[in-house]
């Protein structure tokens, strides 16, 4: 062969190769906030829930790392209680997102035809929603809480995947090797399952990582509006709500859940954005 | 004895970019039991459109393609796994022609697992088997496509298109993307094959002498219609159409004197008439006005130069 | 004048931080107006020693030679202008793949008169003109106004080798001309060559994997082994007496249009090239002890120049199935 220059690595087997100190770093990060989501209890130091009212409105000490809010709750471990609530929704919405859009897209892009058409005007439809309308009609008549915010997130963000997937179909259908399992024999769905989705996953999990970080902006700016978690749910967003009647008090009440939310959006950014410069 | 492989009058039109493209016109063509056929074109010529049709990859537009006598659109509707298990491919690109992201392994026993063919244990046995039929080591199995070398690749492609004991190979263009020592190799393999499975084979190609080598009959195809049929030897030593004529001098090691020079012409293929008259130094009105066909010259020889006889005097 | 139009000496080049070289130790020269062939597989080096002639090699190429001095100009040592005024005026190139070596969004006009400053487009315009008609592209002069998707692929070639032509040079360096095109085009686009070759007294350096190809206009031709010259000979006699057992080996690879049919091809070994003594030890049949220490030197055998210890006894000892010439 006059040139082999084809060396496509496997997202999953490379993503594990640590190849320098930031992406040492990056991983090390992701990996704490994941045992926070999982095992917050671990890293609490207090119950988040426990009320003492008597330390309210405390400043940070050696006690209470983040100070206490208006019941006398540690900060630090809401915050910590709050990684599970917030990013915890997060990555529960950008896995319902991406599982219905890439089978959405995939089927419209492999199909082809009227089907495509059809289903791509489904696409369009969701997509000129804005999230804020959906979200606020969805607490209206579902009710205020996270559900109605994770629903209407996952239904804002899904077509986005649609769109993308489907491209990516549209491109890998076209390739010599599909022709090559439709010779052998492969019914289209062999060749979806087993060919198509697999090629897409490489672009759907860069997305995910990066979207985790836009969906939790997003989540927890429905919270701070009031639309979904509730009290006394530790959510980030509705911390920073709450921390609003005493910011001339208590300057860490907003600040500390307010520089968690930043600090973690921008660190999945970056993942996804690393991952993104890396594998596509 | 029914024809493995029966093409009458098989005519494909291709329309993209508001351009109509007479991919292949009017072709006839059979292909017995352990019969190599080696079809020959350049770009342009249907070849590979052709290679498409019998694959039953895209459907034809007038004509019929029968496999045993069974119509191959029927086939593809009533039993669609029963085609591909008589008939396999080979295409060009050897690397292209693998999923990046499976393993040797997974690939070739994927027409296995398509079929539900024997047991996990019987389709690993049946893997080591084809290994070892086309010369490659066991330890290649568990690497991926982009580890071997293009030589490496299409013979495992070669393993995977006899997984299911086809009857007929349809190799389009097979060793053309490959060096001069790797060709050889890959051609080895295609001759061993043939001599020990007695599969039938299509082997279509651009060059001539590779052609030559492996096939018992050779088709010269030219602007989508069949040129010229008959039995290698007797093709290559005496063609009876000009097109065949101007191959066999551009294949051989001979200086330019001995060539007969072709009339400059203009890219598209005329609408009626010989394709190949725009360019044939031989090309007269009648050539230009009647529709050509591949009629019977001889013996198993076939030609569609209306004019052979007064050019080929031997 | 009856000087080499282009000398070589121990060119050397290595890409990054490989240890084996793209290309070395090659020395030739090239007559004025001869026709010379360098012939290889992939890997042999080939088109990284023609774009060293002209010192168009990528950054992370290291080229090192002894001398390349081109009709009195060195090249090792010319400056950046000095070296643009040669590939424009004096050695003109041709690239393989007439597709990928177009700008898709500049007709072929502009694009062939980029190397010429804009005051003297006009009348290079003319010349070009005459030339794109020389190689046989009708309606030259609206021609130049279309864009590459409009021509064929044997088109583009010759209207490269028309713009290669336009500085007037003393030599053209044809890399893999041919391979994308059909077989028919193919043998007219080598008959142009040969022609431009007779009536203008250009010297021509043919690129190519393809010893049919070389063979037909070729006078003389090289083969190249794993970055190494491994034989030089008149093409007449490379093809009917090899002297390199690669050759040999090549040769018997090669299907040609007189051999015995439906025999197995003799196939060349898979193993690497060697890193001690001969490169092709590795591979060759009748390789010696002396063979796997020792480098051959390149040595004179009449016309041929050969590296191999045993050149003398490939002949006699290696047995060929090749009959190229009918």
Not at chain 1, 249 to 273: C, E, M, Q, R, T
Not at chain 2, 59 to 84: N, V, W, Y
Not at chain 2, 247 to 261: D, G, Q, V
Not at chain 3, 16 to 41: K, P, Q, T
Request: proline share 5%; glycine share 8%; charged share 20%.
């Amino acid at each position: 062969m006059k040139n082999l220059n084809g060396e496509q690595k496997l997202l999953s087997k490379n993503i594990l190769k640590l190849k320098n100190l930031s992406v040492a770093i990056l991983y090390g990060l992701i990996g704490l906030i994941a045992l926070a989501v999982l095992f917050p209890s671990v890293f609490t130091p207090h119950d988040p829930y426990g009320l003492d009212v008597i330390n309210r409105l405390k400043a940070p000490s050696l006690n209470h790392l983040f100070g206490t809010d208006e019941g006398g709750r540690d900060i630090f471990s809401r915050v910590i209680q709050g990684a599970r609530v917030s990013v915890g929704s997060s990555i529960l919405i950008v896995g319902l997102s991406a599982s219905f859009g890439t089978f959405f897209g995939a089927i419209a892009g492999w199909f082809g035809g009227l089907l495509d058409t059809l289903l791509m005007r489904v696409v369009d439809v969701f997509l000129s929603f804005p999230y804020l309308v959906l979200a606020m009609a969805l607490a209206a008549s579902i009710g205020r809480d996270m559900r109605s915010s994770i629903l209407a997130l996952a239904l804002v963000w899904w077509p986005g995947y649609a769109r993308m997937v489907r491209g990516q179909v549209l491109s890998i259908k076209a390739k010599l090797f599909i022709r090559a399992s439709r010779s052998l024999g492969a019914t289209n769905g062999n060749l979806l399952l087993w060919h198509v989705i697999p090629h897409t996953s490489r672009a759907v999990a860069v997305r995910m990582s990066l979207d985790i970080g836009y969906v939790l902006i997003a989540l927890t700016g429905l919270s701070f509006l009031g639309l979904g978690a509730q009290n006394p749910s530790p959510e980030w967003g509705l911390m920073v709500s709450n921390a609003k009647s005493y910011i001339s008090v208590a300057w860490w009440y907003s600040f500390f859940p307010g520089l968690a939310i930043v600090l973690i959006v921008s660190l999945f950014v970056s993942f996804g954005d690393r991952l993104s410069r890396d594998y596509i | 004895m029914t024809p493995l492989l029966e093409i009458r009058g098989v005519s494909k039109t291709f329309h993209t970019h508001g351009l109509t493209v007479n991919a292949c016109r009017d072709v006839d063509l059979s292909i017995n039991e352990g019969e190599v056929v080696g079809l020959v074109g350049e770009s342009g010529s249907g070849k590979s459109t052709l290679a498409s049709l019998v694959l039953g990859l895209d459907p034809i537009d007038t004509g019929s393609i029968r496999i045993f006598g069974e119509d191959l659109k029927h086939l593809l509707k009533k039993d669609p796994k029963s085609f591909r298990r008589k008939v396999q491919a080979v295409f060009q690109q050897p690397l292209l022609s693998l999923d990046s992201r499976r393993s040797i392994q997974w690939s070739i026993l994927e027409p296995l697992v398509i079929h539900g063919i024997g047991n996990k244990e019987t389709r690993h046995e049946r893997m080591r088997e084809l290994l070892s039929l086309v010369g490659l080591e066991p330890s290649v199995a568990a690497r991926l496509p982009h580890q071997l070398s293009g030589g490496q690749l299409q013979r495992v492609n070669i393993a995977r298109a006899l997984a299911l004991e086809p009857k007929l190979l349809v190799c389009d263009e097979p060793v053309s993307a490959l060096d001069v020592s790797v060709q050889a190799q890959v051609l080895n393999v295609f001759l061993d094959i043939q001599n020990r499975l007695g599969v039938a084979m299509l082997f279509i190609s651009h060059d001539l002498a590779v052609t030559r080598h492996i096939s018992d009959r050779i088709v010269v195809m030219y602007g989508g219609k069949l040129m010229e049929m008959g039995e290698t030897d007797e093709v290559c030593r005496s063609p009876r159409h000009p097109y065949t004529k101007t191959l066999l001098e551009a294949s051989s090691f001979l200086k330019r004197e001995s060539y007969t020079a072709l009339v400059p012409a203009r890219d598209e293929l005329p609408s009626r008439g010989c394709p190949f008259s725009p360019r044939c130094p031989y090309a007269q009105e009648m050539c230009r006005k009647t529709n050509t066909f591949l009629l019977p010259v001889d013996e198993e020889r076939s030609s569609s130069c209306i004019r052979f006889h007064e050019i080929f005097d031997d | 004048m009856n000087s080499p139009l282009l000398i070589v000496n121990e060119l050397n080049v290595t890409y990054g931080d490989n240890l084996h070289a793209a290309v070395s130790n090659v020395s030739f020269e090239v007559a004025r107006a001869a026709s010379m062939a360098i012939v290889g597989e992939s890997g042999s080096g080939k088109s990284t020693l023609a774009l060293s002639l002209i010192r168009l090699l990528g950054p992370n190429a290291k080229l090192s030679a002894d001398t390349i001095v081109f009709d009195g100009t060195n090249i090792m040592s010319a400056t950046k202008s000095q070296l643009r005024k040669i590939r424009r005026d004096q050695i003109g190139t041709v690239f393989q793949d007439p597709f990928s070596s177009w700008n898709p969004s500049r007709t072929v006009g502009t694009q062939l008169l980029d190397a010429f400053p804009k005051s003297s487009h006009e009348s290079v315009r003319e010349t070009l003109i005459d030339y794109m008609e020389v190689v046989g592209i009708d309606r030259a002069a609206s021609r130049l106004d279309d864009y590459p998707y409009r021509f064929s692929g044997g088109l583009l070639q010759r209207a490269m080798i028309a713009g290669a032509l336009l500085g007037n040079p003393s030599l053209l360096i044809a890399d893999e001309p041919t391979s994308a095109l059909d077989v028919t085009v193919q043998a007219e686009l080598l008959n142009l060559l040969d022609d431009l070759q007779h009536e203008r007294g250009l010297a021509l350096l043919l690129i190519s994997h393809n010893i049919a190809v070389v063979s037909k206009i070729s006078e003389k031709t090289m083969v190249m082994y794993a970055g190494e010259l491994v034989e030089e000979s008149s093409t007449i006699d490379l093809l009917t007496h090899p002297k390199h057992p690669y050759t040999v080996n090549l040769l018997s690879s090669t299907p040609t249009m007189s051999q015995k049919r439906k025999i197995p091809l003799f196939a060349i070994s898979n193993k690497g090239p060697s890193d001690q003594g001969c490169v092709y030890s590795s591979k060759c049949s009748i390789a010696i002890a002396q063979c796997k220490i020792e480098k051959p030197p390149l040595i004179i055998l009449g016309s041929t120049r050969v590296a191999c210890h045993r050149s003398n006894e490939v002949d006699t000892l290696m047995e060929h199935n090749y009959d190229p010439i009918t």
